[in-house]
């Protein structure tokens, strides 16, 4: 599935909304080492990526190449500031209507509008790969992801709350979000 879109952020300057491509493997491979590591919300540390850059490479190949997923990319100024992506929760009949958001951005642009950027593309996005269902889950400690999720139409479903073990602060309340798309009418930015 792809994705072109450009931006203005807060601050003025230009960000790039696109698919990752083979050639951006090590950047997105820095990106997720230093996202993961400016925040204990996330998924992993950096010492658990099970990624090299060169597998990097072929994953967002792949995610290019997909008709029902996708891996984006927010670019400032030639660096790549966030990531976003969608993925199917399966493939069987009873499940192939959701997929999974996920959603990273590094602290420095943190504020700029990427993060709100990259939610409606994937939104977007999702809607055109013919989900039903948007889902994701976040830390409930995590105040600025959940005014976001719940600004691009989010609902609480249900809550974990030991979801989540921390090395630095313990367990982590999870709280699942899920967005209904079947009504949504998308916007045409797909390439």
Request: charged share 30%; hydrophobic share 35%.
């Amino acid at each position: 599935m792809t994705y072109y879109k450009t931006i203005t952020l807060k601050d003025g300057r230009e960000c790039v909304l696109r698919n990752g491509t083979e050639s951006d493997g090590q950047a997105a491979y820095d990106n997720f080492m230093l996202t993961h590591e400016q925040t204990d919300y996330l998924l992993s540390y950096p010492d658990e990526n099970s990624l090299s850059p060169e597998e990097e490479s072929r994953f967002l190949k792949a995610k290019t190449e997909s008709k029902n997923e996708m891996e984006l990319l927010a670019e400032v100024d030639g660096i790549i500031a966030g990531l976003a992506g969608i993925e199917a929760v399966g493939s069987k009949y009873k499940v192939r209507h959701r997929a999974e958001l996920g959603i990273s951005i590094d602290q420095a642009f943190w504020g700029l509008g990427i993060g709100s950027a990259l939610m409606d593309a994937c939104i977007e996005c999702a809607g055109l790969a013919g989900y039903e269902q948007l889902e994701l889950n976040v830390a409930a400690e995590n105040d600025r992801a959940m005014s976001l999720y719940r600004k691009k139409g989010f609902t609480e479903f249900g809550r974990n709350p030991r979801g989540f073990k921390s090395r630095i602060s313990g367990y982590q309340e999870l709280v699942y979000m899920r967005l209904e798309l079947n009504r949504r009418a998308p916007e045409n930015n797909q390439k």
